[in-house]
């Protein structure tokens, strides 16, 4: 029933210990406060043409750069963020090399361009190789999921890639899927949250454990 | 003659009907009992001395019914002779000890009902009967004959039951483990910095002990 781990005292995981405050029984020491508000992004960090600075953008950035951009992030319900404040992030994180996964690639290669990208690439789902996997697997990965489940790239592309990102882009309301489906596959390590959710608590309180981006009460 | 091929003999006319020796032997007991020694003999194997004491109870059940095919049975159930000198038989105590990581590892003698208890005791119901749920049910390591069940809110009652149902006996760390395990239920997990390291101590919370190990990569003390 307890257990004690240790890790890195980063500023990064002490946001991510205050995010998760707010659905746990936890108690954090003043120090990790003070840590927690270190190492921030500013709003000097945004584009004002390109990716303007807004308050959603600058969260969700954040909370993607803390959890090292593994993390699942859906635009309904965080209509700032399209495919340019994505690359934006993964920008940010300092990885040169940024590879993106969708059907859209022209929407992709049009926000890349306009960030100036030093080392982008986009490829189709159905077009991904063995070779292609092993040229990029050092840099951030972003797949954009659409709206349709099949198309969701296997569980091993996802091992293959530390920095992996999956993105629903804005859908009808009906297509929107459950976070819990992408986590389990982002996460296979981690206890099924379908199962835990059923029993131990409301969904959306179990979302920040598995990096799943669906708060508006981020804010 | 030997015990052997009476208890044989005893095990086909069973297997042809139930009702055979008036009933004597018609209860499930009797019958699993008899069918499973009987496919030892019949393997070639010996009794063990405790398996033998019962056998011989047995005969001297229906000691009346062989007597028609078998004169002088009753001198013979006296001082009975085996094919095979029955072997010493091995008494395993059942026990439960504490493993570390809230993990508790259960040996003893197996059988059907303790073994389905053991698999039960992953978690509750509801979670239990969802797949997908592998670091919450029971394992069991081969190389030491010995159930793992992993503690935790949902099966804490279960665990507790499992161990007074079958008297399993539990040493000092096991009885600490079991009361520090009812003492955290709903207490709060806590985290400090120390020497530029976060030490998180988390109680009753699989979900964030599985995020400071899966997620954030950190390493268990």
Redesign the interface.
Known sequence: ??????????PA??R??LW?QRH??????P??HD?ASQQRVNPEQFEPLICPHTRERETVVQFLLDCEMRAIVQANHHPDIDPTTMLHAANLFQKKMVSVVSTTTGLWRHAARSLFLEDFDVCAPNAVTGEWIDKRRDGVLIIDVGSDLRVLPSGALLREFPHCVLYQPMVAADQVFDWRVLS?RL?P????P???S???ADAKD?AL???ACIFPDLF | MYVEDIFTEVALRLSNSRRAFNGKLASDWHLGFIASVNAQLLAGRALSIAQSEIVLRILRTVETDLAKDHEGINQFLLSPQFRQTPYQSVRTPREVRFMGDSVLGFRGRADQLLTKDIKDSGGNDELTLQSGYLWMRPQFDWTHKIWLVRVNRFNLHKVKRLIAKHRFQADAAVEQFLQECTDELDAASACEVQDDVLILRVKDNELLAHWMLDNVQGLSL
């Open positions: 029933m307890s257990r004690d781990s240790v890790t890195l005292a980063t995981t002490a991510r210990l998760l746990a029984n936890l108690t954090l020491s120090t990790i840590l389990f996460f390590m981690m206890p099924n379908f199962v835990f059923s029993v131990k179990l454990y598995y990096n």
